[in-house]
Structure formats: C-alpha cells, structure tokens
T-cell receptor
Framework: DVKVTQSSRYLVKRTGEKVFLECVQDMDHENMFWYRQDPGLGLRLIYFSYDVKMKEKGDIPEGYSVSREKKERFSLILESASTNQTSMYLC???????????FGSGTRLTVV | AQSVTQLDSQVPVFEEAPVELRCNYSSSVSVYLFWYVQYPNQGLQLLLKYLSGSTLVESINGFEAEFNKSQTSFHLRKPSVHISDTAEYFCAVSENQGAQKLVFGQGTRLTINP
C-alpha cells in the first residue's frame, strides 16, 4: 500500500512566522494535493501538483505557496502565518487508475 | 464546476438501527463518486467508490451506496450500525476526465448511541 507521510502531527507557530509543512510519498504518483479541514466546511483544496515543478491553485490559495522540487515531496508554505490559518492540513496523493486519494495523517497547525 | 452537498451535518442513531447519510452533487460532465470516513483522531480513509458499471457499490464493513444519475445523488446506507461506526463521513466527486481533483462535501458526523 502507498504511504503518505506528513512530517508533523501537531505544530504551534507564532503569527508572522514562515511555516513549512512537508508531505512525502513512497510511490511514484504524479498528482499530489494539499487540503485544509475545518469544522462545518469539509475539506478545501489549497494547491495541487501534477508533476515536479508544476503547481496549480486550488480554491483557497491565498496566503499559501507550494514547492515540488522532487516527485516524492510536496511542501506547503505559509509565507506569514496568521491566526485564521489555524487548521488541520491534509496531504493526499491520487491513484492513477481510480482517481481516489490516499491521505496522510494530517498536521494540526495552531497559530498564536 | 462540481459541488457536493451533504444535507445533514450530524446524524445520531441508536446501535443496530439503519442509517442513511445523504449526498447530492452537481456536475456538467460524468463523474466518479467517493465516500471517505474519518474515525476520531485519524486521517481520512476510502470507504467505497463508484467509477462505472453497477450503480450499487459496497464496502467491506457493511456500508453501501447507490449512484442515482437522475437525482444526482450518492447516498450512503447501512442496515444496522455498530458503535465502531462512529466517525465523520465525507462524500466527494471528481470529473472522470481532465484534472480529476476531488471536491468534498462538508461532512456528516455519525454518532451511534448504545
């Protein structure tokens, strides 16, 4: 089974800090995604990538950027963290055949 | 653009009772449909999916969902729930062409009472 690893389970950062959230897969999947999960809002797509050095904005990209220098790693960057970015962040890779996702276990980020 | 509506944010039921979690979607093209489950303090796991063929799909733990194209629905059902089914359930849709990124509903929290 494919494995998606998010580097931190819990993270606390201060307002204005630059924050890096890392996601690593152990297979050769091209498509990788970053979502944030908030109560009552479900999962909202921040950014996605179809291959190395490729990135596309999702539905809520403001305040975020991404980096994909190697196929297995997709990083989400909060340029200047704000309290409204306190959330659960989920990384996912996409199966080529079914289109379904495998998710990482998530990073719960608190910005104080 | 696609969208997904889960009509109930919370569904409380008694153990061994039947349950239905509702999901409606909108899309201008053919779709793939998914249900994901998130148990407390865990990540999301795929529960079942509809890609093509039979409109009734089943999971290994007794859930089933039926794709109804005319009603643009993909409701999730289980005839008899167990305490261990307590979780949040997310319906998701993707177009079966092009980008194929998933759009998720708001989630339904299923609570099973003894």
């Amino acid at each position: 089974d494919v494995k998606v690893t998010q580097s931190s389970r819990y993270l606390v950062k201060r307002t204005g800090e630059k924050v890096f959230l890392e996601c690593v897969q152990d297979m050769d999947h091209e498509n990788m995604f970053w979502y944030r999960q908030d109560p009552g809002l479900g999962l909202r797509l921040i950014y996605f990538s179809y291959d190395v050095k490729m990135k596309e904005k999702g539905d809520i990209p403001e305040g975020y950027s991404v980096s994909r220098e190697k196929k297995e790693r997709f990083s989400l960057i909060l340029e200047s963290a704000s309290t409204n970015q306190t959330s659960m962040y989920l990384c996912a890779i996409q199966d080529r055949v079914s289109g379904g996702y495998t998710f990482g276990s998530g990073t719960r980020l608190t910005v104080v | 653009a696609q969208s997904v509506t889960q009509l109930d944010s919370q569904v409380p039921v008694f153990e061994e009772a039947p349950v239905e979690l509702r999901c409606n979607y909108s899309s201008s093209v053919s779709v793939y449909l998914f249900w994901y489950v998130q148990y407390p303090n865990q990540g999301l796991q795929l529960l079942l999916k509809y890609l093509s063929g039979s409109t009734l799909v089943e999971s290994i733990n007794g859930f089933e969902a039926e794709f109804n194209k005319s009603q643009t629905s993909f409701h999730l059902r289980k005839p008899s729930v167990h305490i261990s089914d307590t979780a949040e359930y997310f319906c998701a849709v993707s177009e079966n062409q092009g980008a194929q990124k998933l759009v998720f509903g708001q989630g339904t929290r299923l609570t099973i009472n003894p």
